[in-house]
């Protein structure tokens, strides 16, 4: 069984950074695509980016707007999302997700083609 746990969250001001960590057990953060989403209230969970199985990343670029990264640790078996230059809008429950197999070069924007989630940390930016 695969179990993701997100951690990193917190009450940050406007410009700050954060370093989200997604640790996985039950299989290797290198076998498949694994995701970050976010939520915030009222919304539906959007894409900001992703890793293949391939180490190819995809970002939403109108969400991260240059400002994230995402970095894979398959010693740690940790996937990190590196948030800098925070704005209020940034505010959102963030949540890793894994794929189970497929394309080894494909990064899923649908929340649905990602069979493993993580219970979400939150992200509070202040102005």
């Known amino acids: 069984q695969v179990q993701l746990v997100e951690s990193g969250g917190g009450l940050v001001q406007t410009g700050a950074s954060l370093t989200l960590s997604c640790a996985a057990s039950g299989r290797s953060v290198s076998v498949a695509t694994m995701g970050w989403f976010r939520q915030a209230p009222g919304k539906e969970r959007e894409f900001v980016g992703g890793?293949?199985?391939?180490?190819?990343?995809?970002l939403n670029s109108g969400s991260s707007k240059g400002r994230f990264h995402i970095i894979r640790d398959t010693a740690e078996n940790t996937v990190y999302l590196q948030l800098n230059n925070l704005e209020p809008e940034d505010t959102a429950v963030y949540y890793c997700?894994?794929?189970?197999?497929?394309?080894?070069?494909?990064?899923?924007?649908?929340?649905?083609?990602?069979?493993?989630w993580g219970q979400g940390t939150q992200v509070t930016v202040s102005s």
């Open positions: 997700a894994a794929a189970e197999s497929g394309d080894s070069r494909r990064v899923s924007s649908l929340p649905n083609e990602y069979k493993y």
């Open positions: 890793i293949a199985r391939s180490g190819g990343i995809i």
